[in-house]
């Protein structure tokens, strides 16, 4: 009797994986049994130090050095993630840059950076998994309480870009919905990350629950995301910040 080919998993690209809610995202779709390229731009070892734990649990991950303000980068990103991993079922977009100050402080190089990652980098990254996409997939960008709920002095630019991240949500989900394709936008609050560094006891005293968030609680939700169980959400932003916009 001739043996069966092991079963090949879903796949999941997740853009700017290595580190913080990225990592987490990683770690958490590859425990609920998705093949998880990812995308880094400068941490090799963390890349591959992420392999590796994804792969000491029986999983399977893959690390690709991608720049998010480069469209040919992400572009050969999807191309070697689908040629290794096969069509995509999940893409979670997390790249993203933070640089702060009043607008009188902001360089043109900042603001052209910021445009370059957090919006450009976003629409680029989609649109290059768009062919590639199953269908009933979901796509799952990550913006920032700051869109829509909060704000603070010297964070426009950065506010500005999650807000067209949002935006930019419900018309894609009106593109891809006749093929079964959920989009949506996950909006943290602080967040005890690289980029909160320095911050958290502020942050903690102004949130209702006294604490900031953790990563694996922002990747839980991006899994519920990923699910077949929110196969009628899509064109949302749901904010996960514990209060902090109340």
Same mark, same amino acid.
């Given at each position: ?52 734990? %994804? ?56 603001? =052209? ?12 990254? *989609? ?12 796509? %799952?960008? %990550? ?31 009106? =593109?891809?919905?006749?093929?079964? *394709? ?39 939700? %991006? ?24």
């Amino acid at each position: 009797m001739s043996q069966q080919a092991p079963k090949r998993r879903p796949a999941a690209l997740v853009f700017g994986g290595s580190r913080g809610i990225g990592a987490a995202a990683v770690t958490r779709l590859a425990a609920e049994g998705y093949a998880v390229a990812f995308t880094y731009v400068s941490r090799e070892d963390s890349a591959q130090a992420l392999v590796r734990s %994804i792969e000491d649990q029986g999983g399977q991950a893959l690390a690709l050095q991608a720049d998010s303000a480069d469209a040919q980068a992400l572009a050969q990103a999807v191309t070697r993630t689908v040629a290794q991993l096969g069509p995509l079922s999940v893409v979670v977009v997390n790249a993203g840059l933070l640089r702060l100050g009043t607008i009188d402080q902001v360089s043109v190089q900042d603001l =052209d950076q910021m445009l370059a990652v957090n919006v450009r980098g976003v629409f680029l990254s *989609i649109q290059a998994c768009v062919p590639h996409l199953v269908e009933q997939a979901s796509v %799952i960008t %990550i913006g920032s309480n700051v869109a829509v709920r909060s704000g603070h002095p010297g964070g426009s630019v950065y506010q500005m870009t999650k807000t067209a991240v949002a935006g930019l949500v419900k018309g894609l989900a009106l =593109d891809l919905a006749p093929r079964g *394709i959920r989009v949506n936008n996950v909006q943290p609050g602080p967040v005890d990350t690289d980029m909160t560094h320095g911050m958290l006891s502020m942050l903690v005293e102004r949130s209702p629950l006294k604490r900031v968030g953790t990563p694996a609680e922002v990747a839980g939700l %991006i899994a519920y995301l990923a699910s077949h169980e929110a196969r009628y959400l899509t064109g949302a932003s749901l904010t996960l910040d514990g209060g902090y916009s109340l």
